[in-house]
């Protein structure tokens, strides 16, 4: 079956940088569509440039951020994901699906792993912070909770990148979508899946003991800059003109 992997990205410095490291890695993965979707009103050259560069089959398709939520603690990422299933709906009719942020780190076995999910798949998602990892807890088999740094009242306390879903789960569940409501993104994305039986959900990575994915971030240098001054690659772009 099909993997369909949904990466929002953003313009900043790290951009070609990410993109060309998650890139490298899904080049190990076959039978793979990546969706490379990016907050912006439009295409990059540069973009483009590098995707038909690294040479995964991919769509580069567009998902700007509503003004609205473009200020304070913002839901990144949120336009881009739902374009993604935008994308699916019309487009795909097996598979699975999976939300991979273009800065994460991913060892390339929990894409097979993840292939083979019937309805929803779960796994821990390592952190690289004191806390160490987000994870379901798996006791004989079963759910027995949930571990994470912050718990926040939330039903799914899982990461965005600790769970798939099959396409043909996605098109028995029409309404599911990825909400603009900072830090509740995953929980309420599962919650609008529901009905989700205890029975519906795999625990992927040995019952959830193993780590395949790690939520890391490069660092920033300097102040961000607003969305539409990201002079570094108007820059780089003279360099490919050259
Ligand atoms: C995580 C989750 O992936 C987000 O869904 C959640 O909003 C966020 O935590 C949070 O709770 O604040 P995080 O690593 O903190 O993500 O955020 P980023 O990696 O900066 O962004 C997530 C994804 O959205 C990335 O793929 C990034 O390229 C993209 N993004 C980010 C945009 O498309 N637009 C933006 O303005 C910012
Ligand atoms: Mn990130």
Sequence with gaps: PPLYIITPTYRRPEQ???????????KHVKNLLWLVIEDAYDWHPLVTHILDRIGVPYVYLLAPMPEQYRKGYIPRGVSNRNRGLEY???????????????DNTYDISLFEEMRYIQKVGMWPVGLVTSTGVSSPIIRNGKLDGYYDGWIGGRKYPIDMAGFAVS????????????PFKTSFEET?????????????????????????????QSVKNGPAKPFNETLHNDTNLKYLEM
């Design 16 to 26: 070609l940088a990410e993109l060309t490291r998650l890139g490298q890695t899904l």
């Design 88 to 102: 699916l709906r019309a487009n795909a009719t097996e598979g699975v699906f999976y939300f991979a942020d273009d």
């Design 167 to 178: 396409v043909k789960f996605l098109h028995e569940r029409p309404n599911a979508k990825v």
């Design 188 to 216: 309420l994305f599962l919650e609008s899946l529901e009905p989700l039986e205890r029975s519906d959900i795999e625990y992927l990575a040995d019952e959830c003991t193993d780590i395949l994915v790690w939520h890391t």
